[in-house]
């Protein structure tokens, strides 16, 4: 617990670390309102929205509940801002982890929570450790190595018409088709006594 609470306390210094040097707010034609900008840390995209402080993460998750399906209004700022050419955080990307890891990371490499030794989850790959935001993020991190080498070695397509024309998958499909079992239907039976 007082782990996570002092990840949290640096968490907030280095947010407001970077709102401090980020640049000035730009005029809005609203004097009320405050034009949206985007900011970095080391994992996180920190937007303002009317004066609301929203979390990004690399996953287009927002930390007040939207999703890529659910937007919230800062997810789709941070997309103009990638494509305008706006730099990506400086935490480690998934190219960047090791297929085997010699020891438990001090904090997750997804969201930079901290993250707790769990000898259950030890293997041949390294030790097991979960992530005090999402216990899922471990199994992202030890099934990145898998995915990084199916995209490397694709298997084959099994399916026995991926290289036929449709006239050929059609004959294919007739020539295995068995028409249903018919079975008598009960009530016409003649009971014999």
């Known amino acids: 617990m007082i782990t996570y ?8 210094l280095r947010e407001s670390l970077v709102l401090a040097t980020a640049p000035p707010l730009a005029c809005s ?13 080391r994992t996180l995209y920190l937007v303002h929205v009317d004066g609301v402080l929203h979390r990004v993460r690399r996953d287009r998750v927002c930390d007040c509940g939207g999703t890529p399906q659910r937007p919230c209004p800062a997810i ?9 050419g706006g730099q990506r955080p400086l935490g480690r990307h998934e190219d960047t982890w090791p297929d085997r890891w010699l020891r438990v990371p001090p904090l997750c490499p997804i969201c930079d929570c901290p993250t707790v030794a ?42 026995p018409w991926c ?31």
Do not use: K, M
């Open 118 to 159: 769990d000898r259950y989850l030890d293997s041949s790959h390294g030790p097991g450790w979960r992530c005090a935001f999402d216990t899922s993020h471990y199994w992202s991190v030890r099934l990145n190595s898998l995915r990084r080498y199916l995209a490397a070695h694709s298997p084959p397509p099994t399916l």
């Open 5 to 12: 609470v002092l990840s949290w306390v640096g968490r907030a």
């Open 76 to 84: 789709p700022l941070v997309q103009e801002y990638l494509a305008a």
């Open 29 to 41: 034609d609203q004097p009320h309102r405050a034009s949206p900008r985007v900011s970095l840390t």
């Open 163 to 193: 290289d036929t024309t449709p006239a050929q998958h059609q004959a294919w499909i007739e020539d295995r088709y068995q028409p249903p079992r018919r079975l008598p239907d009960p009530l016409t039976l003649e009971v014999t006594r």
